[in-house]
């Protein structure tokens, strides 16, 4: 399988823990994005890389988010002093060079007790 | 501010009962608008792209058309496998944004 993976795919934590998320990419895409899902509503942009600079972030994205990709490939997206709000489903997409499609991974779920 | 609505919010058909779902928008130049469908505790999968008013795109039994405010993806004839969440963006051309911006989605039941 060559999509977008995510890891972990469920993740349950204790209110103010901090937790990491992982997001590897279509293989040769160079253009990675962060988006957040509650039930029922549409995802919701959180941020954007280009190769490994991260050029467009949200408001959504408070100074508890912070998110990275070091080496243009995969991306972490981290998530410190986790607040019960942030539980939803945190969705990595990905792009190249020739096409606007965004294709998104599996998602990974975030339940914050 | 670039918004996208969906109507309806939920729908239940017979299998074999054909129906339309609409997506309205608003938005600074688009640069592409995307359908994508959504089954329950998955990532959204990309079904369409389209770029301008009076383009249509076919695949199976799903056929997706565009105007310069609205798009509708027309099912015929489904069966109980197109049950799904249908999910309707749009990217925006002025400014150079890169973000999709979604509609809350219309969760369809086709019903054997």
């Known amino acids: 399988d060559t999509g977008v993976s995510q890891d972990p795919r469920h993740k349950i934590t204790k209110r103010g823990q901090n937790v990491t998320f992982r997001c590897d990419p279509i293989s040769e895409h160079n253009r990675l994005y962060w988006y957040r899902q509650t039930l029922g509503q549409g995802p919701e942009f959180l941020t954007y890389?280009?190769?490994?600079?991260?050029?467009?972030k949200s408001r959504l994205l408070s100074d508890r988010f912070s998110a990275e990709r070091p080496k243009g490939s995969f991306s972490t997206l981290e998530i410190q002093r986790t607040e019960q709000g942030d539980s939803a489903m945190y969705l990595c997409a990905s792009t190249g060079w020739v096409t606007d499609t965004q294709y998104f991974g599996p998602g990974t779920r975030l339940t914050v007790l | 501010e670039d918004q996208v609505t969906q109507s309806p919010e939920a729908l239940r058909l017979q299998e074999g009962e054909s129906s339309s779902l609409n997506c309205s928008y608003t938005v600074s130049g688009l640069r592409g608008l995307f359908w994508y469908r959504q089954d329950p505790g998955k990532g959204p999968e990309f079904l369409f792209t389209?770029?301008?008013a009076g383009e249509e795109k076919e695949k199976e039994r799903l056929k997706a058309t565009l105007t310069k405010k609205e798009s509708f993806l027309h099912i015929t004839a489904p069966k109980p496998e197109d049950s799904a969440t249908y999910l309707c963006?749009?990217?925006?051309?002025?400014?150079?944004?890169?973000?999709?911006?979604f509609g809350k989605g219309t969760k369809l039941t086709v019903n054997p």
């Open positions: 890389f280009q190769n490994e600079a991260q050029l467009e």
């Open positions: 963006a749009v990217q925006a051309g002025q400014g150079g944004s890169e973000k999709l911006v």
């Open positions: 389209l770029y301008s």
